[in-house]
């Protein structure tokens, strides 16, 4: 019984397929300069977003820090152009800060970019800001396969000492 309890155990762990542990990751958004700090995060890789016609960008919306106040504004990113890439803060906010397209692939499909940029407003030109993309450390997250073999094998202890506790009580 133990010999077949043991082969089974590990043919299912060997041959049960790996599945991939899966994180999203986020990107933390901080904008300094002027006197103010504003801050958000946004996925990496953001799927809840509007593609603009227009102008090729896209849009979202997220919580946005300014000095320590947290309030709900539409972002839109721009794609370049003209005028170049940037950020335009939507209501309650209503400013725009340009400089690099701050994203890769299509604006249906985009993945943010990291590092530092500089930032500025067309319209106050005293507005200079610097940007920073910085990737959020996930928590490590445990292979589904890793937890199954040590539930595994918590499962033979168990089953050897009290097949084992048995013996000696004959």
Same mark, same amino acid.
């Given at each position: 019984?133990r010999?077949?309890?043991?082969?089974?155990?590990?043919l299912?762990?060997?041959?049960?397929p790996?599945?991939?542990?899966?994180?999203?990751?986020? @990107?933390?958004f901080v904008? !300094?300069g002027t006197g103010s700090?504003?801050? =958000?995060?946004? &996925?990496?890789?953001?799927t809840d977003?509007?593609?603009i016609?227009?102008?090729g960008?896209?849009?979202?919306?997220t919580?946005v820090?300014i000095?320590g106040?947290?309030?709900d504004v539409g972002?839109q990113?721009l794609?370049g152009?003209?005028?170049?890439g940037?950020?335009?803060f939507?209501?309650p906010?209503d400013?725009?800060?340009?400089?690099?397209?701050?994203?890769?692939?299509t604006p249906a @499909?985009p993945t943010?970019l !990291?590092g530092t940029?500089?930032?500025?407003s =067309?319209?106050? &030109?005293?507005?200079?800001?610097?940007?920073?993309?910085?990737?959020e450390s996930?928590?490590?997250v445990p292979e589904?396969?890793?937890?199954?073999?040590?539930?595994?094998?918590l499962?033979g202890?168990l089953?050897?000492?009290t097949?084992?506790?048995?013996i000696?009580?004959?």
């Amino acid at each position: 019984m133990r010999r077949t309890l043991f082969t089974l155990a590990v043919l299912t762990s060997a041959l049960l397929p790996s599945i991939a542990a899966h994180a999203d990751t986020i @990107d933390d958004f901080v904008f !300094t300069g002027t006197g103010s700090i504003i801050t =958000f995060s946004l &996925p990496v890789s953001p799927t809840d977003i509007f593609v603009i016609p227009n102008n090729g960008g896209f849009a979202t919306g997220t919580d946005v820090t300014i000095n320590g106040v947290t309030t709900d504004v539409g972002l839109q990113f721009l794609p370049g152009g003209i005028l170049g890439g940037g950020v335009a803060f939507n209501p309650p906010l209503d400013f725009t800060m340009n400089g690099p397209v701050l994203y890769s692939g299509t604006p249906a @499909d985009p993945t943010f970019l !990291t590092g530092t940029f500089e930032m500025f407003s =067309f319209t106050a &030109p005293t507005f200079r800001y610097e940007l920073t993309i910085t990737p959020e450390s996930p928590a490590p997250v445990p292979e589904p396969g890793t937890c199954l073999l040590l539930a595994t094998g918590l499962l033979g202890l168990l089953l050897f000492t009290t097949r084992r506790h048995r013996i000696t009580q004959l």
